[in-house]
Structures are given as structure tokens and as C-alpha cells.
T-cell receptor, first 112, second 113 residues
Framework: NAGVMQNPRHLVRRRGQEARLRCSPMKGHSHVYWYRQLPEEGLKFMVY????????ESGMPKERFSAEFPKEGPSILRIQQVVRGDSAAYFC??????????FGPGTRLTVL | GESVGLHLPTLSVQEGDNSIINCAYSNSASDYFIWYKQESGKGPQFIID?????DKRQGQRVTVLLNKTVKHLSLQIAATQPGDSAVYFCAEASGAGSYQLTFGKGTKLSVIP
């Protein structure tokens, strides 16, 4: 049973470009969570999704950030018009119910 | 505001010794706690969890202790091995359904061979 998959693992963008981060949950998991981690800090909750629904986006910046989890395909975290402050590691986690969350390897975003 | 924090930012132990990593939390309403291990360049790896109706839970070489009176959580690793070297995070689950994890800053464990 493959774990949570994230791609790309590393992403470099210039200021003003768009970043798309993908997450495929573990098989059988219908709950997806996104977290952001700054260097030497803990992870910060961003958003919680189920298939085709955003359940809680209280941790997500109001502008430029969006997330989706379509009926088919991976969950996408989208950051428009990236700025240097968006540079961080973005982790996706999944769970079968609102239970133990299993994390993917993360996408490290660098904004030049 | 509510927060989860760690007493010690770094911990060095001799291989074979036991390690104890501590965590303080401030949200007395939290009912679910998890320890994660994060190796360099990787995502957090689940180690062990505990619910607030328990004081202690044991896994393979690891034990989590929960003291609700002083809002303190600890992770004990028996016979620490070089492969245990990593950053350890405690996380507190809050929100409806206990899904929104709040992480502390982490403790870096270094095992001396």
C-alpha cells in the first residue's frame, strides 16, 4: 500500500508565477489536509478537504491560495502570484476518517 | 492563544540510553495528542498517539505519557539507536472531529554512537 504521494518534491518559481502542488492520498483515504512548514518550525494547518468539498480552510491565507480535491485525481494546492514569503515546505496528509493523519514527503517551494 | 510547545529544543543521548522528550500544551480542551518523527528532508512520520482518557500508552520501544493536571506530554524512547536521530514534534488535535493538528516547534534528538 503506497503512502501519501506528493509532487513535485522540489519546485522553484519566480515572484509572480503560479505554483501547483499535488497530493495523492493513501488508498482508501478520503480526507486530505495541507500544512505549511517554515524552516525550523512546526507544521501549520492550512486546509482540510474531503472529495469535492472544502471542510475547513481557516488556516489558509485569504488571497492567492486555493485548494481542491476533485472527484477524480489528486488534491491540488494552488498558489497564485507567489512571493518570497511563500517559500516553505508544504505537506499533505491523509486519513480514512478524522483519525490519524499520515504525511507525504512534502513539496519544497522556493520563490526566487 | 492556544499553543503547543516543547521544553528542550535539542537533546543529545548516548546510543543505548533512554531518551525523554517533553511537550507542554495549553489547550485544556484538547483530547488527542500525537508524536511525529521527522527526518531531514522527509515528511512527519507517525510514532504514537494518545487520547485524553488515557495516561500512558506503549508502542515498540516508545511510550507516551500524558499528565492532564499540568498539561504535559512526554515521549520516551528506550535503547535509543542512531536511526532515532531526528526532530520530534508533539501535535495536539483541536477542532470539530479533532482533525486540525497544532504542532510544536520540535526537539532535535541526536544519538551519539
Amino acid at each position: 500500500n503506497a503512502g501519501v504521494m506528493q509532487n513535485p518534491r522540489h519546485l522553484v518559481r519566480r515572484r509572480g508565477q503560479e505554483a501547483r502542488l499535488r497530493c495523492s492520498p493513501m488508498k482508501g483515504h478520503s480526507h486530505v489536509y495541507w500544512y505549511r512548514q517554515l524552516p525550523e518550525e512546526g507544521l501549520k494547518f492550512m486546509v482540510y478537504l474531503q472529495k469535492e468539498n472544502i471542510i475547513d480552510e481557516s488556516g489558509m491565507p485569504k488571497e492567492r491560495f486555493s485548494a481542491e480535491f476533485p472527484k477524480e485525481g489528486p488534491s491540488i494546492l494552488r498558489i497564485q502570484q507567489v512571493v518570497r514569503g511563500d517559500s516553505a515546505a508544504y505537506f499533505c496528509a491523509s486519513s480514512p476518517e478524522t483519525d490519524t493523519q499520515y504525511f507525504g514527503p512534502g513539496t519544497r517551494l522556493t520563490v526566487l | 492563544g492556544e499553543s503547543v510547545g516543547l521544553h528542550l529544543p535539542t537533546l543529545s543521548v548516548q546510543e543505548g540510553d533512554n531518551s525523554i522528550i517533553n511537550c507542554a500544551y495549553s489547550n485544556s480542551a484538547s483530547d488527542y495528542f500525537i508524536w511525529y518523527k521527522q527526518e531531514s528532508g522527509k515528511g512527519p512520520q507517525f510514532i504514537i498517539d494518545i487520547r485524553s482518557n488515557m495516561d500512558k500508552r506503549q508502542g515498540q520501544r516508545v511510550t507516551v505519557l500524558l499528565n492532564k493536571t499540568v498539561k504535559h506530554l512526554s515521549l520516551q524512547i528506550a535503547a535509543t539507536q542512531p536511526g532515532d536521530s531526528a526532530v520530534y514534534f508533539c501535535a495536539e488535535a483541536s477542532g470539530a472531529g479533532s482533525y486540525q493538528l497544532t504542532f510544536g516547534k520540535g526537539t532535535k534528538l541526536s544519538v551519539i554512537p
